[in-house]
């Protein structure tokens, strides 16, 4: 118990960190408008590695559960003028369901065939938002522009400093759902799922009830990330939502660190920040920049940044035990 | 006479601050006396990353204003980020620009889902986002959006102009339509309604929509055929807009063929649709084809390849968005000139809405620039050509089409 103990203090210390940044003197809006993306990713990023990290189903999909949680917030903001924080349940609920139901047949299919799965997915959904059946609520082409919510209670805040906030209340959340989760009997199973698939059916875990629910919880975060993102960005539209977000999102869980609930963090301060870095040193050939940073992360620490970090520590601490 | 002295020393004290003040500077952030700071964004990578080179366009043509001295003894510093043609890259790339680098203003922003993005956080902030490399009809309202002004002649007018020409020309015309079921085709059909007016809307006989990802539009052809049409209005993307020419011949069907300007490149839809096939059809054009013999000896085109081959030496003088580039940064130079000391964002929106016939010299002649407190479309003029099979011959003269 001392070692959970231990965990929470040090993630209570990082959240008030986190509250207290956007105070900062010197802090722009813009740069917390940067950090409230980072919190978003981070929050899709936990989704997909509780589903890749920790249950083993690759997912180049995920794309597609962010953009129908954008969209069902902004259609419920733009059509219905619901407020913006009944938005994200809502997202929740919906992505929950699809993502269930899209795990259901998905389970027939194993690794590199359920990539292949949800890489169809992915493609897709950018077209079917354009269909002209539901153009009326998705805006076709055009999409859906939204208004930033201002601050409540008349708060001395700026509408970004609001909205970080916000982000955070309902990130801290889920990583405590996360955490609880997968530290107990439900994230054995997870893990005895991915490590041998056979022997946790021996074990008489409901492999196929736990994968589809996995699928579900694991779409269920990455929606209300697409809930908060379009928020943020105050805009859908199905080109937002192209194929790069989901490889981006699979590229920040591995970054990060695969089974790791900090590694989201970190995976998401990749995504966010990497390919601004790319095109300030390079405007002719971002990307490849941006492969050369994926390459010398990978080759340095290959368990991710968490991973890494980590390693780092066990270094350190083994030094001072030695001397 | 010491009082007098006096009197004149105050007198002339007086003169001294005041004319500081009637030549006053007045700047907002981005502005001073030795910069002008702009702020773009355009796809240099990903997948519509082929409109880049009008970024690189833009920057080398304000480097060539600045070797010449810079615009009112200041330099332009031209700050240009990629956004890869994704919405929410653009709101954080035009973010970062207004708030981090603190640009006067943000000029040809391209794409109309990325401009959409941006459109609101910029005029709720009052910042410009002047000439927006779009021709969607949308970024011309001057209530709604004071601080957003397109450029192109939007793809409405062009629907109008065809359809006026048509009932100029073609009394006994029966017209076909062929729209892209998505915004950029239903401007052109709101167009050429707008260009027949009500009471001749019964020559419109058919009007026929396909998907951007169908993979042929074969049925739509024949369909098109199958109505009577003698007039084909054709605004199809370049794909499907060489698929419909091709499969226009092959059945035999030939109406008079107008071809949006969008796809009126010769070497990737009319080569590949068979030049014989493409012979008369009819577009809409305001920029001079650099590539055009006719204008072999046209000084605006000469300094325009000096240019080319000063400032773009690995550059493909084939490509049009060098001359789109060159034409929309001329356009801004002037409106920075006419704008002086007065660096503010208001006075830059004054000055860009107060353009009184503007000739540039890549544009066709005859074609002038004008816009005015409640008219947000620079250009709303083109000349129709008829491909000869190998290049696109000028006829008629210029016409205008004022959106209503």
């Known amino acids: 118990m001392a070692g959970i103990d231990k965990n929470l203090r040090w993630a209570g210390i990082v959240l008030l960190l986190a509250i207290l940044l956007p105070f900062i003197p010197g802090v722009s809006d813009y740069r917390i408008f940067q950090l409230t993306l980072v919190l978003v990713y981070a929050i899709a990023l936990l989704g997909l590695n509780v589903l890749t990290g920790y249950n083993g189903q690759f997912s180049l999909g995920h794309g597609a559960f962010y953009a129908v949680g954008a969209y069902v917030a902004a259609i419920m903001m733009d059509k219905w003028g619901m407020p913006y924080y009944a938005t994200v349940p809502a997202a929740a609920v919906v992505c929950l369901v699809v993502g269930f139901l899209f795990g259901l047949p998905a389970l027939r299919l194993e690794g590199h065939y359920l990539a292949l799965a949800t890489f169809a997915l992915a493609l897709a959904v950018p077209q079917m938002l354009k269909h002209k059946s539901i153009e009326y609520w998705t805006g076709g082409v055009q999409g859906i522009v939204i208004i930033k919510p201002d601050p409540p209670f008349g708060l001395p805040l700026s509408q970004d400093q609001w909205l970080y906030l916000f982000t955070l209340f309902v990130l801290a959340i889920l990583f405590l759902c996360a955490w609880n989760l997968l530290r107990g009997r439900t994230g054995r199973a997870l893990v005895a799922i991915r490590d041998h698939h056979m022997a946790a059916d021996t074990m008489g875990i409901n492999t196929a009830l736990y994968k589809s629910l996995t699928f579900g919880v694991s779409a269920m975060y990455t929606g209300v990330a697409g809930a908060l993102g379009a928020i943020a960005i105050q805009f859908v539209a199905p080109d937002s939502f192209t194929i790069l977000l989901s490889i981006s999102l699979l590229v920040g869980v591995v970054i990060g660190g695969l089974a790791s609930i900090p590694g989201a963090i970190f995976g998401a301060l990749f995504i966010v920040y990497t390919p601004n870095i790319a095109s300030d040193i390079s405007k002719a050939a971002p990307w490849a920049i941006y492969g050369i940073f994926l390459i010398v992360f990978m080759y340095l620490m290959p368990t991710g940044i968490w991973g890494g970090l980590r390693k780092l520590a066990a270094m350190i601490r083994a030094r001072r035990n030695a001397s | ?404």
Do not use: C
């Open chain 2, 1 to 404: 006479m010491s009082a007098l002295r006096l009197m004149g020393g105050l007198a002339a004290a007086l003169v001294l601050a005041a004319s500081p003040a009637l030549a006053q500077k007045k700047y907002d952030p981005g502005a001073s006396d030795t910069e002008i700071k702009i702020g773009h964004s355009i796809p240099y990578s990903g997948p519509a990353s082929a409109y880049g080179t009008i970024g690189k366009a833009i920057a080398s043509y304000f480097k060539k204003v600045n070797d010449e001295g810079g615009i009112n003894g200041r330099k332009v510093n031209f700050i240009s980020h990629d956004d890869g043609y994704s919405p929410p890259r653009t709101v954080e790339v035009v973010r970062q620009l207004v708030e981090q680098e603190q640009v006067l203003f943000v000029f040809n922003t391209l794409g109309t889902p990325t401009n959409t993005a941006i459109q609101k956080y910029l005029n709720a902030k009052k910042v410009p986002q002047l000439f927006v490399a779009t021709g969607a009809s949308k970024w011309g309202k001057p209530k709604e959006f004071p601080w957003t002004m397109g450029w192109q002649p939007d793809y409405a007018t062009e629907g109008a102009l065809y359809a006026k020409y048509i009932l100029e020309n073609i009394p006994d015309a029966k017209i076909g339509l062929l729209y892209q079921n998505d915004d950029f085709g239903k401007d052109y059909v709101e167009g050429v309604k707008r260009g027949l007016g009500e009471k001749n809307m019964s020559k419109l006989v058919a009007s026929v929509s396909f998907e951007v990802t169908d993979p042929t539009i074969d049925s739509q052809i024949i369909q098109l055929k199958g109505a009577g049409a003698n007039v084909f209005i054709n605004t199809a993307t370049p794909k499907a807009a060489a698929q419909a020419i091709r499969k226009a011949a092959e059945i035999d069907w030939k109406p008079t063929h107008f071809l949006t300007n969008v796809s009126s490149n010769i070497q990737t839809v009319l080569i590949p649709a068979g030049p014989e096939n493409a012979k008369g059809i009819i577009t809409a054009d305001y920029r001079k084809d650099a590539s055009d013999p006719q204008w072999a000896n046209d000084k605006g085109v000469a300094d325009w390849r000096a240019w080319m081959a000063k400032y773009n030496p690995d550059a493909n003088v084939a490509d049009q968005n060098y001359v789109y580039g060159y034409a929309v940064a001329q356009t801004l130079e002037g409106v920075l000139r006419a704008a002086g000391d007065n660096l503010t964002r208001a006075n830059v929106m004054k000055e860009a809405a107060s353009i009184k016939d503007l000739q540039l010299p890549m544009l066709l002649p005859g074609i002038k620039i004008s816009t005015g407190p409640n008219d947000f479309y620079p250009i709303e003029a083109v000349q129709l050509a008829k491909f000869t099979g190998k290049t696109w011959e000028l006829f008629g003269k210029v016409i205008e089409s004022r959106p209503e």
